[in-house]
């Protein structure tokens, strides 16, 4: 039995003939399947009944409060929907998180207070808190990311960690700090404040953080200013899980995370390629653009071809002036450049053919490698965004030459080189345009 068990996991299967077991790898389990059965099982557990006798329920409650915010009743829906696409996000991106990491995000997503004995709120602790005006430290909100912790212990656990790296509450937009800022006095801002923070008086606009935000504004701050910061930092989170899903184009949701394009990249790329659709011509096109810039080293805006340059003898030079071939992204003798889902059907991937006779060339793009590209397509430096994304896609670089040399020994093409040799020079034209122009050389 324990050799059935390990080749059920090696061969990463559930069944196997003859043998009266089922295996479940929880690790191949997607967090969004597994993450809102562990909510349901917490927030209908019949203990929670008892909350129905006790009079803080109606007094302000934080526990409860939150308990309802994650439930993802119609008025609150999005905040269980965003957390659930985060983790998404993360099993995406090579980030697994283990249930019991899940569990705990549940627990202090309810009970978490920096004031509170460990961390954690107990009923017992509940009415101090509501009396002394600090409710709004046990914002949900807050809590997801672990902020009711010391910088260490959330650095030290998983969950947070991982939550963390897409630095809600520190990026944020000049669109939405205007809002929070100078919304209750702007006019033109007026009607977004009332509807994104005068309608929260429970964790927006309570008394500190208008308090604070007064005083802000009349220059007459008192006290450290990096507390007004971080009940900034609170609101841009806050926001992050609220904002009605009819603003998250005009505000740009995803602006709130250090991955832009994440929003895309899960409802565009993933969930499209699930339901057995192609992703849209426009998203690859851009990821051929971003990779042709890495490729090249110019800022070429070439997108119907895959660009293959070297710099004569180094495929991995940060500039690449001699071109050895374009692969077209459209379907061309052999020749095709798409993005699909990788042979296990779990995870993206950019797919580079080359002809009916040789394996295809697979990109695993991964959230933070299509961040890279999507930047690095709309402008931004190659190497500026990440060194390892940049690295790994010159590696996949070398695998296309490697492919394409392959081909050329089936094909049976070789270059005649006794009296002279034929050099082909990247040249780009004012639109950004790349193409090759020969050089011969006598020998």
């Known amino acids: ?47 929670w009944q008892v909350c129905d006798r006790c009079p803080q329920q109606n007094l302000g409650c934080p526990i409860w409060e939150n308990k309802l915010r994650l439930e993802g009743s119609e008025a609150n829906r999005t905040t269980r929907e965003r957390l659930t696409d985060l983790l998404e996000l993360c099993e995406l991106n090579e980030m697994h998180l283990p249930v019991r990491q899940l569990l705990l995000l549940v627990a202090n997503s309810l009970l978490g207070h920096p004031d509170a004995k460990d961390k954690l709120l107990t009923c017992q602790q509940v009415p101090k808190i ?178 293959l340059a070297t710099s004569g003898s180094y495929s991995q030079a940060k500039i690449s002036r001699v071109y050895e071939e374009s692969i077209s992204v459209t379907k061309k003798r052999g020749e095709s450049v798409s993005i699909e889902l990788d042979k296990n059907q779990r995870q993206a991937s950019l797919i580079v053919h080359l002809s009916p006779k040789l394996e295809a060339i697979y990109l695993n793009l991964t959230l933070t490698r299509y961040e890279y590209l999507s930047r690095v397509a709309e ?37 005649d080189t006794e009296y002279s040799m034929n050099i082909r020079l990247l040249e780009v034209n004012n639109d950004g345009i790349a193409s090759p122009r020969s050089l011969e050389i006598y020998l």
């Open 130 to 307: 509501v009396e002394l005006g600090k409710t709004s430290l046990a914002s949900i909100y807050r809590n997801i990311f672990g902020e009711n912790f010391s910088g260490r212990r959330r650095e030290s656990t998983a969950v947070f960690k991982v939550l963390r790296s897409f630095c809600i509450g520190t990026e944020t937009s000049n669109q939405i700090d205007n809002i929070l800022i100078f919304g209750a006095d702007d006019p033109e801002l007026q009607p977004y404040y009332q509807q994104l923070v005068l309608s929260d008086p429970y964790y927006g606009a309570d008394a500190n953080y208008q308090a604070q935000q007064r005083a802000y504004l009349e220059g007459e701050f008192v006290g450290n200013r990096s507390d007004f910061l971080s009940v900034l930092q609170s609101q841009r989170q806050r926001l992050f899980f609220t904002l009605p899903n009819d603003r998250v184009a005009d505000l740009s949701l995803w602006n709130l995370t250090v991955f832009q394009y994440a929003g895309e990249y899960l409802s565009d790329v993933y969930r499209v390629l699930k339901e057995g659709k192609k992703v849209s011509k426009q998203i690859l096109v851009r990821i051929v653009r971003g990779l042709n810039r890495i490729f090249t080293g110019f800022l070429v805006n070439n997108q119907d071809e895959l660009i």
């Open 379 to 415: 402008g931004s430096l190659p190497s500026s965004f990440s060194q390892e994304c940049y690295e790994d896609v010159l590696a996949f670089k070398t695998q296309v030459l490697k492919q394409l040399a392959n081909r050329k020994q089936l094909e049976g093409e070789e270059e």
């Open 1 to 47: 039995m324990r050799q059935v068990i390990e080749d059920l996991l090696v061969e990463d299967l559930r069944e196997k003939e003859g043998f009266y077991v089922r295996f479940y790898n929880l690790s191949r389990q997607s967090a969004a399947i597994i993450f809102p059965r562990i909510l349901d099982a917490v927030l209908k557990h019949p203990g």
